[in-house]
């Protein structure tokens, strides 16, 4: 496989109904959680670009990637899907790693390891305790899509794959060619690492300022911020408040 054809597709915008413009909200020391993740990904040999949205709220999206080398590229708002086509066929990449711009602690290593073991399936990724990983409420974990398998996705008539992007492709292995890595993560942990809330907002500030600014330059393993939290017992319970509050 030639990574020349994979490229790291983030979706973002600041439209979210739950708490808007969270991924513009300062993470820490004036940078917002999206130049953090992206500054971040830039540790990965792979081309990076952003998919957000025509509208005018979205601006300021493109304003922050322009201040750190980051490209975007503009589509719809709620075809996320075609977005994603658009956005992947503009830059001819055959491969995508899906990013969700919420994820600021996204495992990088995970990342690598799905682009080292692609076997031409339509669709990569992990499955956390027999569960996909897009499905849980960590935030660590990332897909690999080929563009083929989202444009074949894109002919149905289904209303949701145009929101979802690609749970028409996972939820449907008679259709797809599609593996699930297995991970194992202990199920009494109730991990929540993605930003959704305020609350959330909060406490991941408290792990970037408690944890992380130690680990900036050699970054982490998922693994690793599981152990801290597994010494955090004031974290893991406003995580289970937020887990019990939010559907993902």
């Not at 001819?92 to 600021?104: F, G, H, M, T």
Request: hydrophobic share 40%; proline share 4%.
């Amino acid at each position: 496989m030639q990574t020349r054809k994979v490229h790291i597709i983030v979706q973002a915008r600041t439209n979210s109904s739950r708490m808007p413009g969270k991924i513009i909200a300062p993470l820490h020391d004036g940078k917002s959680f999206l130049e953090v993740q992206l500054n971040r990904l830039k540790k990965i040999d792979l081309p990076i670009i952003v998919a957000t949205t025509t509208n005018d709220c979205d601006d300021v999206i493109v304003e922050r990637c322009n201040e750190i080398g980051i490209n975007c590229f503009r589509g719809s708002e709620n075809n996320v899907l075609n977005r994603f086509i658009e956005c992947a066929v503009s830059i001819n990449a055959e491969l995508i790693v899906r990013v969700c711009s919420d994820n600021p602690f996204i495992d990088l290593d995970s990342i690598e390891y799905l682009v080292k073991n692609y076997e031409q399936e339509d669709y990569l990724s992990f499955a956390i305790n027999g569960t996909p990983s897009i499905l849980t409420h960590y935030g660590f974990f990332a897909e690999l899509v080929n563009i083929r398998a989202l444009k074949k996705v894109a002919l149905s008539a289904d209303s949701q794959c145009n929101e979802h992007v690609t749970n028409c492709i996972y939820q449907n292995p008679s259709r797809f060619q599609t593996r699930l890595i297995p991970l194992h993560v202990d199920e009494d942990l109730p991990l929540r690492c993605t930003l959704d809330t305020t609350a959330d907002w909060l406490l991941l500030q408290n792990i970037y300022q408690n944890w992380y600014l130690e680990r900036i330059e050699t970054d982490f393993t998922y693994i690793e911020l599981i152990n801290f939290l597994r010494t955090q017992p004031n974290m893991l319970r406003s995580m289970d408040k937020e887990i019990k509050n939010n559907s993902k």
